[in-house]
């Protein structure tokens, strides 16, 4: 299947004239009409022949000095916003909306000749870590339909693992990119705060949102972060820093390195399973003569507390703008899930607890800045498992709000921090499902994060496994 | 029972920056198609973010530093959130914790009005309610805002009316806003409450803030209502005071009153929070102090100035209270502040150059002040080649047509002859013609005047009167 090759594979083919965008894009198409009426990632999807029309120009205007991105077919999460198609953020308050805008990153991709194929299912606004919390029916998990994909971005993973798209983009509060890489076995990357602008991203936690890709490999990655990052003029909070060619650091070398493991990530209520293999990855970077060493990261019991107050705050007045005057929805549109994170956030902010939840939230936040600091100037990168738990059942998250909450426990911390972090595939349990690890480096070090990645993924096949449907 | 006024305001002024705070939308909304003037930004829409308008910024430290504030370096926007239809993302970005500037003071009247706060925000959309509908229009909804607030250190209607006047001078003066009452660009809402002594006891009355203020006399009226409300009131309840009883009126400019619009203010939570879309807002030094110079030279200062140069104190506070008409009479008087000088200048800007603008509705027009004109002009009266008044015809001539008055005077023949020789032979001529009216000034000195009017009647108008009746005079042995 032309969709199991990575980008540059894809690029170079339709380069030479192997193959064409237009048998990508059939390709995903077919993929799609077979699959997901079980899987459910799409919220919409582009009509083919449209597809197909983008698909023709693209292999009409192909040269060698086309973007690698060029001819190739992706999917978006449903809370980018994109002019002539609907953006829900899988919610009911907006299932009718149409904006007059296209998001930064949608911008960039149309620009680079890449070719949309959908917009894909999620939690609502991001509110969850299952994909179940959505409006438009949970997105199963290709590699065990009974289980949930991960979220909030199940619906970009789920598609990737199943060939619907190439490459999609994702969004990241609180670990929305790398918790459903994890489950779908893909490759994702959350990136620095401020690396991709959030421009037409529809805001979750506005301090914490993050846009990046998801994909089958490292380096897919760094093709697509070349692309999409880099300082925006529409939005305040994008950086100036310069945008690396990542693709072309890959295998510059990473021996002697020393990656850290932070005991506190692998205690009690990590799944044993998941805990080894983890930790194997240390094991398999050693053969590439990296180094490890333990190292003590002790905020980390409090990374759910800060992260559930700052977040919901922000959500809470983000989302005030769906007061039921414009959008055509009221307020008893939102989901049970939705309107929890709302209350929670116009508590903390409110005159009277402000000091004693929100203040210190900040405060605490600013201490996990410094000790992410600290914890990386005593190592290059760190390895953390992203899940407690292989994909859970459905109802399991959703019908336990704070089982829900702990879903995330390790993956809020970066966000919180602002520092990137790679999601990689790293083995599988007993049953067969899949299990990801994260390598988290300092702000703006995707370039490091990427490179290792690519050169674990040149000594594993993991990433290459494909849930049988 | 001794009742004093305490008296707070809060003055909204509206930026007249191109764009609108935090997008690149036409900021004008005056008699502008509804909803001409929007982008997402500004309609608050789905991932739609804002970055902050540097102008505005910039002109917001500029008020502070004309108001004598401390310019906060590191500042931040908050959001304050609330519903109501117009607002757009159902949150206001404003500043609480970190204002640009605080601590300024204004003098009114040798009396220190100390300046709380003056910060950055946006303002809302606009209601407009037609029968039973509500139409919203978004034009205004962004447009830079920046807060003014005072300490309640007003103790008269007459000091608040005051205080907005100065207000609005400087802020025209730095020209960043029309800050016009009647067009809304400068808004202002007192809070009132009264200090009552009574049988050696203080009382506080409740406060009540004021809205819908369109007009300075406006502002002076409801103060005055007010005033007279809450001692009445206090007379019936002797309420007091407390964290609780804050009102909210309305003006109602035609009833001449106000009216209770809300109660129970303090119970309003606007869930202020840093405004996460938007990094931290750091000034340097250097950009201050660009800004500061940046100042024009201020009214207060330039009434100093003028006074130096000799000016009365109502004089100078003519010519000070427009930036642009100031700038006019330096330009006259050019680098030459000779007292006397200054003083002709001064009596021509206030005499008839402003009874002209006045009468055209007009600003004054700078390129055709020319301070060789005044120049030449002054030397003729002190020479007494022009009168007084013939001066102050031809300058406004000279102003309309662009010419030298003197040039218009000699062309009218206008120069008045003060030369004692030209003077003496008309004054022997005019001896000679009149024989009877000499023998009548012999027997009645006051019929003199017919013997100036026949000399003024010779020289065509151009004699000298105090010169030709001197040396009728003295021909005349007196």
């Known amino acids: 299947m032309l969709l199991d090759k990575n980008i540059a594979e894809l690029s170079d083919g339709l380069k030479k004239k192997l193959f064409t965008s237009v048998d990508l894009v059939n390709e995903c198409y077919s993929n799609i009409k077979k699959y997901d009426l079980t899987i459910n990632s799409f919220i919409t999807l582009v009509p083919l022949e449209e597809a197909l029309k983008n698909a023709k120009l693209a292999d009409k205007n192909i040269n060698d000095h086309s973007s690698l991105l060029h001819g190739i077919p992706f999917v978006l999460k449903d809370c980018f916003v994109t002019k002539n198609i609907k953006t829900t953020a899988a919610s009911n308050v907006l299932k009718n909306f149409n904006s007059p805008f296209n998001a930064t990153v949608y911008q960039k991709l149309l620009s680079a000749g890449a070719i949309l194929i959908g917009k894909m299912n999620m939690d609502a606004w991001g509110h969850g870590g299952s994909s179940e919390n959505t409006d438009f029916g949970p997105v199963k998990n290709p590699w065990d339909i009974k289980r949930v994909a991960g979220g909030s971005g199940g619906g970009p993973a789920a598609a990737i693992a199943t060939r619907f798209a190439v490459f ?20 994702g990357l959350k990136v620095t705060y401020g690396r991709v602008s959030r421009y037409g991203s529809i805001a979750y936690a506005s301090s914490f949102d993050t846009v990046g890709p998801t994909a089958k ?38 021996s002697g390195l020393t990656i850290g493991i932070p005991k506190e990530f692998f205690q009690d209520g990590l799944d044993p399973e998941i805990r080894q293999a983890v930790l194997s990855v240390a094991e398999k970077l050693k053969s590439l003569g990296v180094n490890t060493k333990e190292i003590s990261m002790p905020m980390f019991d409090y990374g759910l507390p800060v992260y559930y107050i700052i977040a919901p705050s922000e959500t809470s007045s983000n989302l005030s703008r769906y007061d039921g005057i414009r959008y055509g929805q009221n307020r008893d549109s939102f989901t049970q899930e939705t309107m929890r994170r709302i209350m929670i956030g116009t508590y903390t902010l409110s005159a009277g607890y402000y000091d004693a ?32 738990t292989p994909p859970p059942l459905f109802g399991e998250l959703i019908n336990n709000p704070l089982q829900n909450l702990l879903a995330d426990v390790y993956t809020i911390s970066q966000n919180t921090a602002g520092v990137p972090s790679l999601a990689l595939p790293c083995g599988f349990t007993k049953n067969n499902l899949p299990i990801g690890a994260q390598i988290v480096g300092q702000m703006f070090s995707e370039d490091l994060l990427l490179r290792i990645g690519h050169q674990f993924q040149q000594i594993t096949d993991y990433h290459l496994q494909k849930p049988k449907l | 029972m001794k009742i004093s006024p305490i008296i707070g305001l809060e003055v909204h002024v509206e930026l007249k920056t191109k764009s609108k705070m935090f997008c690149g939308c036409d900021a004008n909304h005056f008699h502008v198609e509804p909803n001409t003037h929007t982008c997402p930004v500004c309609l608050g829409l789905p991932g739609a973010l804002p970055v902050p308008n540097k102008t505005a910024c910039d002109w917001c430290i500029k008020i502070g530093l004309a108001l004598g504030c401390e310019v906060n370096k590191l500042t931040f926007f908050e959001r304050k959130n609330y519903f109501y239809p117009d607002l757009a993302k159902g949150f206001q970005i404003t500043q609480l914790q970190k204002p640009f500037s605080i601590n300024g003071k204004l003098i009114i009247d040798d009396q220190e009005i100390t300046i709380n706060r003056v910060h950055m925000e946006e303002d809302t959309g606009k209601s407009v309610h037609i029968d039973d509908s509500t139409l919203i229009d978004f034009n205004r909804s962004g447009v830079p805002l920046v807060e003014i607030v005072s300490e309640p250190d007003i ?25 016009d009452i009647e067009k809304g660009s400068l808004r202002c809402e007192p809070t009132i409450n009264l200090m009552i002594e009574d049988n050696g006891k203080t009382y506080y009355t409740p406060l009540a803030e004021i809205k819908n203020v369109a007009s300075l006399t406006g502002v002076e009226n409801a103060i005055d209502f007010e005033v007279n409300r809450q001692t009445e009131q206090f007379k019936i309840d002797h309420q007091q005071k407390n964290s609780s009883n804050k009102t909210t009126r309305g003006w109602d400019a035609d009833k001449n009153q106000t009216f209770l619009q809300r109660e129970k203010e303090e119970n309003a ?9 938007l990094p931290p807002i750091e000034y340097s030094e250097t950009e201050i102090e660009a800004i500061s110079k940046s100042l024009p030279e201020l009214p207060n200062r330039k009434i100093v100035k003028y006074k130096s140069y000799g000016l009365s104190d109502y004089d100078s506070q003519i010519i000070a ?15 030459k502040n000779d007292k006397e000088f200054c003083k002709f200048v001064a009596n021509i800007f206030i005499g008839p150059i402003l009874t002209l603008l006045n009468k055209s509705q007009s600003e004054i027009d700078l390129d055709k002040i020319k301070h060789e004109y005044f120049y030449s002009l002054f030397k003729s009266v002190s020479s007494s080649e022009i009168s007084n008044t013939m001066a102050k015809q031809v300058i406004i001539e000279s102003y309309q047509i662009d010419e030298d008055p003197v040039y218009i005077a000699a062309k009218k023949g206008l120069i008045q002859v003060s030369d004692p020789g030209k003077i003496e032979m008309m004054a022997r001529q005019v001896i000679l013609d009149n024989p009877k009216a000499v023998n009548d000034y012999k027997k009645n000195p006051l019929t003199l005047s017919f013997l100036i009017g026949q000399l003024m009647k010779v020289s065509l108008g151009s004699a000298n009167p105090s010169l030709a009746k001197e040396t009728l005079e003295k021909l005349l042995g007196k």
């Open chain 1, 168 to 187: 999609a983009i994702g969004e990241d509060t609180g670990g929305s990119i790398r918790n459903p890489s994890a489950w779908c076995n893909v490759t």
């Open chain 1, 217 to 254: 490999t490292s380096k897919d990655c760094a093709i697509i972060l070349e692309t999409i990052a880099g300082l925006d003029k529409y939005d305040a909070t994008s950086s100036p820093q310069k945008v690396s060619n990542y693709s072309r650091l890959l295998n510059q070398k990473i």
């Open chain 1, 357 to 388: 939840y929100y203040k210190k939230a900040q405060e605490v936040r600013t201490l996990f800045i410094g000790e992410y600091k600290k914890a990386l100037s005593e190592c290059d990168v760190l390895l953390q498992p992203i899940t407690p």
């Open chain 2, 155 to 179: 103790h008269s209607s007459a000091i608040a009316k005051k205080y907005l006047q100065k207000l609005q001078q400087i802020i025209r003066y730095i020209g960043v806003s029309d800050a």
């Open chain 2, 269 to 277: 939570d606007y869930r202020y929070f840093p405004e996460p879309d």
């Open chain 2, 321 to 335: 209270d427009n930036s642009l008409f100031a700038t006019a009479f330096e330009r006259a008087i050019g680098e």
